[in-house]
């Protein structure tokens, strides 16, 4: 770029007006040179990402069924039938508030207990660290649904243990009672990535502030509400966030275990298991595309919900250094 | 005079598209390319007979087992020998992917020249106009259907037209397990046997032996539908737009029957026909490992669970039970299907692989019945002293059929897997047999929901 450019060996354009132009034209390279640079992925972010994203926003709108060639516009009737005519979707809705509501909070405090649990130096600290980030690696893959429906299986490993604990043993995928908790257990399970980024706030909190606590007589109990949790609350913000949008489009452990059924009772229904079956089960797919649009709005709307009620519970480092 | 220099980021526009090409070269395998390839023999190949020399690309699309795809790999192989300017390219899946993968196909106008079609979803392709009529192809003697009686050629018609060739017939059946009746001291049932018999028989059985009676997958949508049959109605409407029968009774009748076996202990619980039988394959039905006497499913999969239960084993299949004085509920299905799209360049050469596929005994030799039994008389004598004695059962049970069987009902309406989803099994059987409500209240309640999704549909 130190090579002078042709406009720089220009001779005679002096005048304010030119220059101006030319620093204008010289930055709209510069620019296109940028430009240039993140073409590959522009361009694959607007024909993959974009075009689909436009394209499902018109479709919402149709009753494009993928087979025949014709579709028509049918206004709000898609928005219509889901909140008026289609009692399985509301099925589809009870059943994934029921596992983000449960979910998400168990699995954050299962992680906050095992990033304080790890947050010491023992020997082997780091080995039980991986140890225990290695199911979120796999977690969200189906092998691990597979193996989790084997094992909550009638000749599992789980009826194995129960057992001689005098719990009969059953078939849990098949009961609706126990089979939306299979789900929420391989959730709380994958506690993983919430887990180290709990640890990475445990080593910022200033040892300063425990020794003060005790020599005040504080108890363990007493310096986890009033110093841990306050220095954490903007980690916790930052998972709850994180993963209660996860939590509202899990997908893979709901279909392996009900066999992309959603049974028993659809109690394994999750919205994105239905919206699933809605497009490439049943083609409809502009009743579909509605249905994502929908989910699009509802975890928009508690994100923003989570954000809004953030400034009565979330502080930061510069409201404590008052 | 000013220098001309080319812009730094114009000549990494330059660059860029055989960077893009570079990479994406190996990885697609040039889906494009091959309608065009196509498009250039397409006009004198379409036009002239097979016999031309033409090189002629076709591709074919199946869903199925390993052993079908590999099968059919080897019957393919054996039509290019036969017919050195045709070379046939070939996709499969699982059944569930397939129609996803052809419907995508479709509305990208990619079809391939044959696909294998069900029984479900063909008057669905041919309203959208994605199969073509091939009484031409019939007439002109191009596929050869004179060794096939009637009754195995009329489900692939549509509104007069054939628009499907029939790959194998199939009926649903019993299997018993010949030792485990033995061992209990129970006669084999006659194939006019009753709902009544059946009951009673897999109680004893259970009893005697300590296993089930039956397995699994009593509670399927097949059976309601063959139910109504035992009684000379059809599960739908002929429209299809609602449901064919008056008498809910007999399906609560069927349900109250149901619930007895599975309290009893003589049919696997529902949560664990949910859990461990719904969505796996034959193989891992109970009567396998030997953990029932007796099993319901589609003839031609007893070839998948012998083979799977071991050669020391015998099975035998005999009719579903009927009503008590009722007709048959068995009837002559098409397994499956093969049909012309109509997105294809050279329906003539892909007629010649359907007459193929239809009449070629050595490529029988190899397919083996694994589609259902030859439709083609004169095919079903030349592979008998190949079968093995899973095949030979599946075919002397469909020649029982075909003497007593309920005449091929109409096809499914298209809303039947959608009925099935989201209002027969988690509102109707499922919420029954979870013991959520009573047969009673849920059947009624069924009529109603299961009316409003067929009208709408």
């Given at each position: 770029m130190s090579r002078a450019s042709p406009l720089?060996?220009?001779?005679?354009?002096?005048?304010?007006?030119?220059?101006?132009?030319?620093?204008?034209?010289?930055?709209?390279?510069?620019?296109?040179?940028?430009?240039?640079?993140?073409?590959?992925?522009?361009?694959?972010?607007?024909?993959?990402?974009?075009?689909?994203?436009?394209a499902s926003a018109f479709l919402a709108f149709t009753d494009y069924n993928v087979l025949s060639q014709s579709l028509h516009w049918v206004g709000l009737d898609n928005f219509d039938r889901m909140l008026f005519r289609d009692p399985r979707f509301w099925r589809a809705v009870r059943a994934t508030f029921f596992y983000a509501l449960i979910a998400v909070p168990l699995k954050l405090a299962f992680a906050l207990a095992l990033a304080m649990l790890l947050n010491n130096t023992r020997r082997l600290i780091t080995s039980y660290r991986a140890a225990y980030y290695a199911p979120s690696i796999v977690g969200a893959s189906v092998a691990v649904a597979v193996v989790w429906r084997e094992m909550f299986g009638r000749g599992g490993p789980v009826n194995a243990v129960l057992e001689p604990l005098g719990?009969?043993?059953?078939?849990?995928?098949?009961d609706p009672a126990t089979a939306p908790w299979m789900i929420i257990l391989l959730a709380v399970w994958e506690?993983?990535?919430?887990?180290?980024?709990?640890?990475?706030?445990?080593?910022?909190?200033?040892?300063?502030?425990?020794?003060?606590?005790?020599?005040?007589g504080a108890g363990a109990?007493?310096?986890?509400?009033?110093?841990?949790?306050?220095?954490?609350?903007?980690?916790?913000?930052?998972?709850?966030?994180?993963?209660?949008i996860f939590g509202f489009t899990v997908f893979t452990s709901a279909f392996i275990i009900s066999g992309g059924s959603g049974a028993p009772l659809d109690s394994v229904l999750l919205y994105s298991l239905y919206l699933y079956q809605t497009g490439f089960k049943d083609f409809q797919m502009g009743y579909a595309a509605s249905m994502a649009w929908a989910l699009l709005l509802v975890v928009g709307a508690f994100t923003a919900l989570i954000f809004r009620s953030s400034s009565y519970w979330v502080h930061y480092e510069a409201d404590t250094a008052r | 005079m000013r220098r001309i220099a080319l812009p730094d980021w114009l000549r990494l526009m330059a660059v860029l598209p055989l960077v893009l090409s570079a990479c994406s070269a190996p990885a697609a395998p040039s889906p494009p390319a091959a309608p065009a390839q196509q498009q250039a023999t397409a006009a004198p190949g379409a036009a002239k007979p097979a016999a031309s020399g033409e090189a002629v690309q076709l591709r074919f699309a199946w869903w199925g087992s390993q052993d079908r795809h590999d099968r059919t790999i080897k019957a393919i192989q054996l039509f290019q020998q036969q017919h050195p300017n045709i070379t046939i390219t070939y996709e499969f899946a699982g059944f569930n992917d397939y129609w996803t993968k052809m419907t995508t196909q479709a509305s990208g106008g990619n079809l391939p020249d044959l696909m294998q079609q069900d029984y479900a979803y063909i008057s669905q392709w041919t309203a959208n106009n994605l199969i073509i009529p091939l009484d031409d192809y019939v007439n002109s003697g191009s596929i050869n259907l004179s060794d096939v009686p009637k009754s195995s050629i009329d489900g692939g018609r549509i509104n007069g037209k054939l628009i499907a060739v029939n790959l194998g017939n199939n009926s649903q059946t019993v299997a018993l397990d010949v030792a485990a009746f033995e061992k209990a001291g129970v006669?084999?049932?006659?194939?006019?046997?009753?709902?009544?018999?059946?009951?009673?028989?897999?109680?004893?059985?259970?009893?005697?032996?300590?296993?089930?009676?039956?397995?699994?997958?009593?509670?399927?949508?097949?059976?309601?539908?063959?139910?109504?049959?035992?009684?000379?109605?059809?599960?739908?409407?002929?429209?299809?737009k609602g449901l064919g029968y008056q008498d809910d009774q007999k399906y609560i009748d069927y349900l109250k029957m149901l619930q007895r076996l599975q309290d009893g202990g003589a049919a696997p619980s529902q949560q664990e026909d949910i859990a461990q039988y719904r969505t796996s394959s034959v193989e891992s039905t109970p009567i396998v490992p030997g953990k029932a006497a007796m099993q319901y499913f589609w003839s031609n999969q007893l070839v998948a669970a012998w083979t799977a239960a071991g050669a020391d084993r015998k099975f035998q299949l005999t009719h579903l039970?009927?009503?008590?004085?009722?007709?048959?509920?068995?009837?002559?299905?098409?397994?499956?299907?093969?049909?012309?799209?109509?997105?294809?360049?050279?329906?003539?050469e892909a007629a010649m692989f359907v007459d193929f596929i239809t009449n070629d005994v050595e490529a029988n030799k190899i397919l083996l019945g694994e589609r259902g039994v030859p439709i083609s008389t004169k095919i079903q004598d030349a592979i008998k002293p190949m079968l093995t004695p899973a095949q030979a059962e599946a075919q002397n049970y469909l020649a029982?059929?075909?003497?007593?069987?309920?005449?091929?009902?109409?096809?499914?309406?298209?809303?039947?897997?959608?009925?099935?989803?989201?209002?027969?099994?988690?509102?109707l059987v499922d919420a029954v047999l979870l013991k959520q409500t009573t047969a009673e209240a849920a059947v009624s309640q069924f009529r109603k929901d299961a009316t409003a999704l067929l009208t709408s549909s």
């Open positions: 720089e060996l220009r001779v005679g354009a002096t005048t304010a007006v030119s220059a101006q132009v030319s620093a204008r034209r010289r930055a709209l390279r510069r620019n296109l040179t940028g430009y240039a640079f993140i073409a590959p992925w522009l361009f694959a972010f607007l024909s993959f990402t974009f075009l689909p994203i436009a719990i009969t043993a059953k078939a849990w995928s098949g506690f993983g990535s919430p887990m180290l980024i709990f640890l990475a706030g445990l080593k910022q909190i200033p040892h300063e502030f425990y020794e003060a606590a005790a020599l005040d109990w007493q310096k986890f509400l009033r110093i841990t949790v306050p220095m954490l609350t903007p980690l916790i913000f930052f998972n709850l966030v994180l993963q209660m | 006669a084999l049932p006659s194939q006019n046997w009753s709902w009544d018999d059946f009951e009673q028989i897999a109680t004893t059985l259970h009893q005697k032996l300590g296993i089930w009676g039956v397995g699994s997958g009593l509670s399927d949508i097949q059976m309601w539908k063959s139910l109504y049959l035992g009684y000379g109605q059809w599960a739908f409407t002929p429209d299809g039970p009927r009503p008590k004085g009722g007709q048959a509920e068995n009837y002559l299905k098409p397994s499956q299907f093969i049909s012309i799209t109509s997105q294809s360049k050279h329906p003539q029982r059929v075909e003497k007593d069987n309920s005449p091929l009902p109409p096809p499914d309406p298209a809303a039947l897997s959608k009925l099935n989803d989201s209002i027969f099994l988690p509102q």
